[in-house]
């Protein structure tokens, strides 16, 4: 399939049957067209995709995200019920073009206009079951990153017809799976932004003593954008109590937006 066919797609007289026609498959064949085998190599070595890294075993074609970010803006009405063949795709670049297409969905649902609209709320749930459904397939930092505050962060701060939201977020951060614990805390960079730190705080506490790196930055990344954009007074309270159990990797994180003295300070803590 040719960039015809996605371009159609974008044309703002476009018609059903064009948009009718546009499948996952269309959409994975014309990715696989831009393959670059030296930009291959280079997110392999960069997303640590050797043996016993995080990465182990994923696959690249070689696109920049800018790239994936047209192919999204040119198949942004892709069927919803499409998206898991990206989702499940064994191409990192495409689970990322899926992961953008539900983002970009769920950002045109969650307009103040759409806010309380029903048909709305009931497809923004249908996006946040998908997304908890495939949440193994985001399996790297960047696939979480790019999608968790946008759609479960986003989520949580609307109205919904899905039981306890709690519970569903629990359910992440109490999995065995690195990407979906990442997920509860990355969620928290909405939450926080939007005044509300009762996430950021009970998943960092959660996280506190978790082993591996990815994890000491998210947690550390969300406890800045908690002092960033609640209160520096909030953070240092969290540091007063857990600063003695936290890995240096997160306290450096957390407090990265503080004068360098109090740097020095929690850092000799």
Not at 41 to 69: A, S
Not at 98 to 109: I, N, P, T
């Amino acid at each position: 399939m040719g960039k015809d066919k996605l371009t159609k797609t974008n044309n703002m007289e476009r018609n059903e049957n064009v948009l009718q026609k546009l499948t996952a498959e269309d959409i994975i064949a014309y990715m696989e067209s831009l393959h670059d085998e030296e930009q291959r190599h280079n997110l392999m070595r960069f997303f640590k995709t050797g043996k016993g890294d995080y990465g182990e075993g994923d696959e690249f074609i070689g696109l920049k995200v800018p790239q994936t970010r047209e192919v999204v803006k040119l198949s942004a009405d892709l069927p919803l019920d499409e998206i898991p063949t990206l989702l499940t795709c064994r191409y990192h670049e495409v689970r990322l073009c899926g992961l953008l297409l539900l983002v970009k969905r769920f950002e045109r649902l969650s307009t103040k206009r759409m806010e309380y609209d029903e048909s709305a709320i009931r497809s923004r749930d249908e996006i946040v079951t998908m997304y908890l459904k495939y949440a193994d397939h985001a399996n790297n930092w960047d696939l979480v990153d790019m999608s968790a505050p946008k759609i479960l962060g986003k989520w949580l701060m609307l109205p919904t017809h899905l039981p306890d939201k709690l519970a569903v977020m629990d359910s992440l951060a109490k999995s065995t799976s690195l990407w979906r614990k990442r997920i509860s805390m990355v969620s928290t960079w909405f939450t926080s932004r939007k005044g509300d730190p009762s996430w950021c705080l009970r998943y960092a506490e959660m996280h506190l003593h978790h082993k591996h790196d990815l994890m000491h930055k998210a947690t550390g990344w969300m406890l800045r954008e908690l002092g960033k954009h609640i209160s520096m007074d909030m953070l240092r309270d969290f540091l007063k109590q857990h600063v003695h159990e936290m890995s240096r990797t997160t306290l450096r994180y957390a407090i990265e937006k503080m004068p360098i003295e109090e740097r020095q300070y929690w850092m000799q803590k």
